[in-house]
């Protein structure tokens, strides 16, 4: 019998606090496993996430999550830079074994794409042929700030796969994808029941969330254009970053507030699960305002404009020729340089969508991925 496996630094909500992780490729790999088991496949996951505070070698333990086997992968615990390389190794080759002995000709492995698994799984490959689908959210070497000498490799071994998941339209262009063999999945289009009614304080409420760092500097740059924002518009930052970004953020939220005289920017901490859907579903706009440089940008997607979609969110997000003029981006507001001014007047021009209006485009994403998985898995 025919099984399906879904690789990649899975976590499950009740090992949140034993293993680290990054955590919108968690809850994307969340939705990933939602979406199949929609489709009728109960897939078996194997996890690569690291332990955390566990000073020693730890075998591999099996558990249960969203109703599937999971399997975390075997490793060393211990602080610093080699030794989660060596963490990294001996994972590697416990995962080689599943791959050439447990994994069968007619599985079919769904794989999170990673730098360093993608690139074993491609020479494991040409040893043992296994069918694979591709998920692919990023390409790495296109970093935000700039490309990296080893993008090439990276994108070599990802057309060594046999079907893919793609995060933007762009993304099957650029790989030169054989149509058919890919479906677009641009984020976790999981829609909560709203039970919180929009803000009526005569206010637009704007809203920023995600990780706050210096890199794509996406909450600062938010920041920022809020000084450009009409009167009665709010922005809110909603996340979490480390101990210096967060510094910095608070600190220009302060001055801004001071220039204009009166509270402008809000940082409302960090929210997950039910209080995050309260919060969004309380605001009027989604505010995506990361770094746009054009390789970057062409691809991956920001993940928290499906979030935005589906608690009713008017969209804001920057250009990219990958996701422009797209059936999904129906309704989105584009700014078209990366300055203060030109976000704000984006968010100034954007129309507040009434309740319901994305609710289509989500639930015709996760029918397309559905479908997609019945016809390759």
């Known amino acids: ?208 969330a995600g990780t706050i760092e210096m890199k794509k500097l996406g909450a600062l740059t938010a920041v920022e254009a809020a000084r450009h924002f009409p009167p009665k518009y709010v922005l809110h930052i909603l996340g979490f970053g480390s101990e210096e970004s967060m510094q910095k953020l608070q600190k220009r939220i302060a001055e801004i507030n001071g220039e204009i005289g009166y509270e402008r920017v809000q940082y409302n901490g960090y929210k997950s699960g039910k209080e995050l859907d309260e919060f969004l579903f309380s605001c009027h706009i989604g505010l995506s305002s990361n770094v746009m440089r054009p390789n970057f940008a062409n691809n991956t997607f920001p993940s928290k404009v499906i979030t935005y979609m589906c608690h009713d969110l008017s969209v804001v997000l920057g250009y990219a020729k990958a996701f422009y003029d797209v059936p999904m981006s129906k309704g989105w507001q584009f700014y078209y340089e990366h300055t203060p001014e030109a976000i704000a007047k984006a968010v100034s021009n954007v129309e507040i969508k009434p309740v319901g209006y994305y609710l289509p485009s989500i639930e015709c994403m996760n029918s397309q991925l559905q479908s997609f998985f019945k016809k390759y898995c």
């Open 1 to 208: 019998m025919k099984k399906v496996y879904y690789i990649g630094w899975y976590i499950s909500d009740k090992d949140k606090s034993k293993y680290r992780g990054n955590v919108p490729g968690n809850l994307k790999m969340h939705y990933v496993v939602d979406q199949l088991l929609s489709s009728g496949f109960a897939p078996e996951i194997i996890s690569f996430a690291s332990r955390i505070g566990y000073n020693s070698i730890y075998c591999s333990i099996t558990t249960e999550s969203q109703g599937c086997r999971l399997t975390y992968l075997g490793g060393i615990s211990m602080e610093g830079r080699l030794v989660k390389r060596l963490d990294l190794l001996l994972k590697k080759i416990l995962f080689t074994y599943y791959f050439i002995f447990k994994f069968k000709k007619q599985d079919t492995i769904v794989l999170y794409h990673s730098v360093a698994i993608t690139n074993l799984i491609a020479k494991l490959k040409k040893l043992v042929n296994r069918k694979v689908i591709l998920e692919v959210e990023e390409i790495y070497g296109y970093s935000a700030v700039a490309d990296k000498p080893w993008v090439g490799n990276e994108i070599e071994s990802i057309k060594q796969m046999d079907y893919y998941i793609c995060v933007n339209d762009g993304m099957p262009r650029e790989l030169n994808l054989e149509g058919g063999k890919y479906v677009v999945s641009f984020g976790v289009g999981r829609i909560p029941k709203r039970k919180t009614k929009r803000f009526n304080d005569g206010n637009i409420h704007v809203v920023y």
